[in-house]
């Protein structure tokens, strides 16, 4: 919900506060690199004092910094409130295209605050109900392997239009909101597959995914709006169709992994409690 809430207002932060794109986007680094941090430690963490009361601790500091950053007046307040390995290297840059379309292009889409948040609602309704419905579906027919490669190639061609097209606005924002398909897509059964994979207990494995995860997804805005600056509006986003044809290059010395995957989860009843802590898991992490 964090991202999903600061992502329509970008463009409008950019604005009223006179920063550059590069500077707004410090907002998903800073917050993306210390969900990548936090994540390391909050499994400790709920195993000592509860779920409910580590739940209920987030909350409150998401409450309080959250009212700090709209009090303040410059980037970097706002940066400073929001502040206070083959599986998870595929994760990363996948994390990377998936952060640049989901950081950078409110820029180009050119759209006000309102139009923006209706783009980026229509985004996230394709991510669940493929995360939801799609995924499980696609896995039981085409299996992980198959999957997982064709819908990465199918991303990173999305990203690869975008790049083409980011001065056109019709193909820009349609584009923008198809990679909800993927991205539900990716996520559930990547997810699924590094638990059921994982040689250490999921509460390890969940903690050591999620960071490297999402060191990858906080560097990739502030890094496309420098490439911005420094060369053109269309770098980032090549970039990002270049980062997905590594994943899938990185995933492919993995197959082994996604077949034991397969194999695992066809052992495991169907709706099994893996299953649907992972599905409740990405979910979470995708908004």
Same mark, same amino acid.
């Given at each position: 919900?964090?991202?999903?809430?600061?992502?329509?207002?970008?463009? $409008?932060?950019?604005?009223?506060?006179?920063? =550059?794109?590069?500077?707004?986007?410090?907002?998903?680094? $800073?917050?993306?690199?210390?969900?990548?941090?936090?994540?390391?430690? /909050?499994?400790?963490?709920?195993?000592? !004092?509860?779920?409910?009361? %580590?739940?209920?601790?987030?909350?409150?500091?998401?409450?309080?910094?959250?009212?700090?950053?709209? =009090?303040?007046?410059?980037?970097?307040?706002?940066?400073?409130?929001?502040?206070?390995? /083959?599986?998870?290297? /595929?994760?990363?840059?996948?994390?990377?295209?998936?952060?640049?379309?989901?950081?950078?292009?409110?820029?180009?889409?050119?759209?006000? %605050?309102?139009?923006?948040?209706?783009?980026?609602?229509?985004?996230?309704?394709?991510? @669940? !109900?493929?995360?939801?419905?799609?995924?499980?579906?696609?896995? $039981?027919?085409?299996?992980?392997?198959?999957?997982?490669?064709?819908?990465?190639?199918?991303?990173?061609?999305?990203?690869?239009?975008?790049?083409?097209?980011?001065?056109?606005?019709?193909? &820009?924002?349609?584009?923008?909101?198809?990679?909800?398909?993927?991205?539900?897509?990716?996520? %559930?059964?990547?997810?699924?597959?590094?638990? /059921?994979?994982?040689?250490?207990?999921?509460?390890?494995? $969940?903690? =050591?995914?999620?960071?490297?995860?999402?060191?990858?997804?906080?560097?990739?805005?502030?890094?496309?709006?420098?490439?911005?600056?420094?060369?053109?509006?269309?770098?980032?986003?090549?970039?990002?169709?270049?980062?997905?044809? &590594? @994943?899938?290059?990185?995933?492919? %010395?993995?197959?082994?992994?996604?077949?034991?995957? *397969?194999?695992?989860?066809?052992?495991?009843?169907?709706? =099994?409690?893996? *299953?649907?802590?992972?599905?409740?898991?990405?979910?979470?992490?995708?908004?």
């Amino acid at each position: 919900m964090g991202i999903g809430l600061v992502d329509p207002i970008l463009p $409008s932060l950019a604005g009223k506060l006179h920063a =550059s794109p590069a500077q707004v986007e410090l907002l998903f680094t $800073s917050y993306l690199v210390v969900t990548a941090v936090a994540m390391l430690v /909050t499994g400790w963490v709920g195993s000592r !004092i509860g779920a409910k009361r %580590t739940l209920v601790a987030g909350l409150v500091l998401i409450v309080v910094f959250s009212a700090l950053a709209g =009090s303040a007046h410059t980037i970097g307040q706002i940066v400073r409130h929001r502040g206070l390995l /083959t599986m998870g290297l /595929t994760a990363l840059l996948y994390n990377w295209a998936f952060f640049t379309v989901l950081g950078y292009a409110p820029f180009p889409m050119r759209l006000d %605050t309102h139009k923006l948040g209706i783009a980026f609602t229509a985004w996230g309704v394709l991510v @669940a !109900i493929f995360a939801v419905f799609g995924a499980p579906r696609l896995q $039981s027919r085409f299996g992980i392997a198959r999957t997982l490669y064709v819908n990465l190639a199918m991303f990173g061609v999305d990203v690869l239009i975008i790049g083409l097209f980011v001065q056109n606005q019709a193909v &820009l924002i349609t584009a923008v909101i198809a990679t909800g398909v993927f991205i539900g897509v990716n996520n %559930t059964i990547t997810t699924q597959a590094v638990m /059921t994979v994982a040689p250490v207990e999921r509460s390890i494995a $969940s903690a =050591s995914y999620g960071f490297i995860r999402f060191i990858g997804g906080g560097l990739a805005p502030f890094f496309a709006g420098k490439m911005v600056e420094r060369w053109n509006v269309h770098v980032p986003f090549y970039v990002g169709a270049i980062s997905v044809a &590594l @994943a899938i290059a990185v995933l492919s %010395t993995g197959h082994r992994l996604l077949r034991v995957a *397969e194999q695992n989860q066809a052992a495991e009843p169907a709706g =099994s409690r893996e *299953e649907k802590e992972a599905l409740a898991e990405e979910l979470g992490s995708a908004t």
